[in-house]
């Protein structure tokens, strides 16, 4: 297929692209770089530097291209940014995803894969989450996230769109040749890494008394690469008018420290931690259940281990240790 990936210089996004273009896709990227890297741009890819809000410039891709579908990762999306600043989030998530959308139905681009989040949920009443479970963000990034949810429904009916929207929580890990390197880095396994590394002096914890086994938080962490190939599972499901489906690790998560013992183990480093007090807003356990995706398209991750997933991203880190800039 033709498929232009929004965001494919993103961290999710290059490994998307990368995915697409190894099963023999033809790959445009189309990305800002207000987060992205030149350099994590797919060598095989086509690279459109231009905002989605720049409909001319869509069109001109889609049509030059002959576009069949997108993927749809581009976004703003930390959760602290979008509290203090709603109107960039509504701008970026919202109105320039709308952009996208009406681009598509100008050129007749008739399906995408949208990379939503699991922040939709906000605070759970039971775990591991379910597609069905209600939807009620507590902050703008998971709210925008809903309301382009809402948007895709919407042109699905009126036309004739077909569309799947993943949520899921925190992806990690690497690729051989893409992996992580956002400013500032709020994700906790490059967080943990880069303390492994000796570029930052501890790791905060964020509440030690929590209902969970060791105190700490649980969170569900899924490789990237598995990401991508669900991404890249859905472009294919022929007869999806329009689905929603979590991506989770597939087990129960995992807790903080657990997550500072493995980086430990992994990488034969000290990573020294601090416990600070809870921040308001953080559920105890967040893990999402990959049932419905499993059952309807027979995905399944590869990369379960967290060991697995960490080393990939110190492999990664190690190979680029002052991120695609060195
Ligand atoms: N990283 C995670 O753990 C995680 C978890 C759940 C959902 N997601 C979602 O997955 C997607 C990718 O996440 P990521 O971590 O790779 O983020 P990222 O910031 O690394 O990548 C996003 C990319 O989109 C580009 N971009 C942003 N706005 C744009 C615009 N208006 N026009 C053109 N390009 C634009 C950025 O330059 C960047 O390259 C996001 O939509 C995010 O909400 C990420």
């Known amino acids: 297929m033709r498929i232009l990936v929004a965001g494919g210089a993103g961290y999710i996004g290059s490994v998307v692209a990368e995915e697409l273009i190894a099963a023999g896709h033809d790959t445009v990227v189309y990305d800002n770089l207000s987060k992205g890297h030149r350099a994590a741009v797919h060598p095989h890819a086509r690279f459109v530097e231009a905002d989605l809000r720049d409909g001319e410039e869509l069109r001109r891709a889609f049509r030059e291209q002959h576009t ?9 999306s930390m959760v602290g940014e979008s509290v203090e600043n709603p109107s960039k989030y509504y701008g970026n998530n919202v109105a320039a995803g709308l952009s996208l959308l009406d681009s598509m139905r100008d050129c007749g681009v008739a399906r995408i894969v949208f ?6 949920y906000g605070e759970p009443e039971k775990q591991p989450l379910e597609e069905s479970d209600p939807s009620n963000p507590t902050n703008p990034y998971g709210e925008t996230k809903l309301a382009f949810e809402g948007a895709l429904k919407w042109y699905a009916d009126a036309y004739a769109l ?3 929207s993943l949520r899921y929580f925190n992806a990690a890990g690497a690729s051989e040749r893409f992996g992580e390197d956002h400013e500032p880095e709020s994700h906790l396994i490059p967080v943990v890494l880069q303390a492994a590394a000796g570029r930052r002096a501890h790791v905060e914890i964020y509440g ?13 962490y899924i490789h990237v690469v598995d990401l991508a190939r669900a ?18 690790c597939g087990g129960d998560g995992y807790t903080v420290r657990e997550v500072v013992k493995a980086a430990r183990e992994v990488t ?25 995706i499993r059952r309807e398209t027979g995905w399944s991750p590869l990369f379960q281990d967290l060991r697995a997933i960490i080393s990939s991203a110190w492999e990664w880190m190690q190979s680029h240790p002052n991120g695609y800039e060195g």
């Open 208 to 220: 030690t008394d929590y209902p969970t086994r060791d105190g700490t938080c649980v969170r569900d």
């Open 268 to 292: 034969g480093r000290d990573v020294r931690v601090r416990a600070c007090a809870r921040r308001a807003g953080d559920p105890a356990v967040l893990v999402a259940s990959s049932e419905k």
């Open 68 to 76: 069949e579908a997108v993927v749809h990762m581009a976004a703003d």
């Open 115 to 120: 990379s939503s989040t699991a922040a939709v």
């Open 231 to 248: 991404h890249v599972s859905a472009l294919s499901a022929r007869d999806v008018r329009g689905a929603v489906y979590n991506l989770g």
């Open 162 to 164: 077909s569309y799947v």
